[in-house]
């Protein structure tokens, strides 16, 4: 078993990672930047080493720096969490060169899943449907063409990266040019890698995952699907497990498509395929996430396996207890909430939280680094909390959640709760009809 593990993150899963590393009676190391300095993870931990400065890129994003952090601190081992480097191929050969064990896949199959275009071509290789558009880089000139063939709408997407950054979605000829252009731009500032490819645009379509853990003995297990349909801009706001759309059958196709894949590649430890589930209940695959999920906690609820434990085990060379299908019991609804102001076109809201109540009750989690007296900085992703709900059914979950937001309180920020709230309450998502277009068509509604 692993003995140090250096947690290469911040925030709330920097909090969630430490926790289940002392779980397993682990000594944990954080990381931080200046910005950082007095945060949760920080006081949780059992050393901690500065960074650098508050940007990203002079401290989180500095893999010299995370890598003699955990030499100089004794560490065997480094959980990257989401985000930052955790899905970054020279990070984990940084790892490996240094006899540190990464918490998640190889660098190779980093780096083929990372890679959008390769991931398509090794996805269809493992029969698994893919979403009709190109495979190689896509000029302009061969867009038009695409478009042509597979007809309008059509999304122009980065091949590197995520979090909706080199996207955009066209709907005419005409605009393929400058649309192009500015994704292109996009996607080189943010992941320094400009090439685009063409997807056919499914709509209404519907984001569902599957979540896996897969060990290094070739045994799979996955945990059932995350429904993610609920988004803004391609950046999800809430989930849910199971998903209302999916049947028994069509559940056990999406699962049975993500072994496939798992196997095909030499997957090892937590990953998510993500799929678009089109309104004749046939699904294409989207892209992995080679990593943990933000929406890890419903698919924990669910099954009763805590994923960042397993994550743990497996790198420490452990077999899964389990393999095929978890079983799973009840629902689980998660909220993000996002210090932002939704009356702003989601405009970022750093500042100082005067005032922080956490819901209790049962089947109420709560995954945060925030307490009272707590300054949100500017640098980093604006997501401030989860609440995570779990109860036998739906309509108890859903019940469940109004009631833990309505008792969560955030004074001295802007925050999305209010937001998800009047989602909750909409007829479309109590319905379990609504598709990645219902938030903007909810948003567009007077009030």
């Not at 081992?77 to 998640?104: K, Q, R, S, T």
């Not at 500032?189 to 209404?204: C, I, M, N, R």
């Amino acid at each position: 078993m692993l003995r140090r593990v250096l947690v290469a993150n911040r925030g709330e899963i920097a909090v969630r990672i430490i926790r289940a590393v002392h779980e397993l009676g682990l000594e944990a190391v954080a990381v931080y930047s200046t910005a950082d300095a007095d945060a949760l993870h920080v006081r949780m931990a059992d050393d901690a080493v500065k960074l650098g400065p508050p940007s990203a890129s002079e401290s989180y994003l500095r893999i010299p720096s995370v890598i003699a952090a955990a030499a100089t601190t004794g560490c065997d081992a480094i959980h990257p969490g989401y985000g930052f480097l955790a899905e970054n191929p020279d990070f984990v050969e940084a790892c490996v060169d240094n006899d540190l064990v990464f918490v998640g896949p190889s660098a190779d199959v980093m780096r083929t899943m990372g890679d959008k275009i390769s991931a398509r071509v090794a996805m269809r290789e493992a029969g698994v449907p893919t979403v009709p558009g190109t495979i190689g880089a896509t000029t302009p000139a061969e867009a038009h063409a695409a478009a042509e063939e597979i007809g309008f709408p059509i999304m122009l997407k980065a091949t590197a990266g995520g979090g909706g950054k080199g996207m955009r979605l066209v709907y005419t000829d005409e605009e393929i040019d400058d649309a192009h252009a500015a994704a292109a731009s996009e996607a080189g500032a943010a992941f320094g890698d400009p090439t685009l490819y063409v997807e056919k645009v499914l709509d209404p379509a519907r984001h569902v995952e599957i979540q896996v853990i897969c060990d290094t003995f070739g045994n799979v297990l996955t945990l059932g699907e995350r429904e993610c349909s609920i988004q803004r801009r391609h950046q999800k706001l809430i989930e849910e497990t199971p998903s209302p759309a999916l049947d028994p059958a069509l559940r056990e196709e999406m699962e049975s498509a993500a072994e496939r894949a798992c196997r095909a590649v030499g997957y090892v430890n937590a990953g998510t395929f993500e799929f678009l589930l089109g309104p004749d209940n046939t699904f294409a695959f989207i892209e992995l996430n080679a990593r943990l999920q933000v929406e890890h906690p419903i698919s924990e609820l669910c099954t009763g396996i805590d994923l960042v434990r397993t994550q743990l085990e497996v790198a420490a060379g452990e077999r899964l207890p389990l393999t095929g299908r978890a079983p799973r019991r009840g629902h689980a609804i998660e909220i993000r909430l996002n210090a932002e102001d939704p009356e702003r076109d989601f405009m970022p809201s750093p500042g100082r939280v005067t005032r922080f109540v956490a819901p209790l009750g049962p089947g109420v989690r709560v995954d945060t680094f925030v307490e009272s007296g707590t300054t949100i900085p500017p640098f980093y992703d604006s997501m401030i909390a989860k609440l995570v709900v779990w109860d036998t059914d739906r309509a108890s979950a859903i019940a469940r959640a109004e009631r833990a937001l309505e008792e969560t309180v955030v004074d001295g920020v802007p925050t999305t709760r209010e937001l998800a709230l009047s989602i909750l309450r909409s007829d479309e998502f109590r319905s379990g009809v609504y598709s990645t277009s219902t938030l903007a068509e909810l948003m567009a509604v007077p009030a």
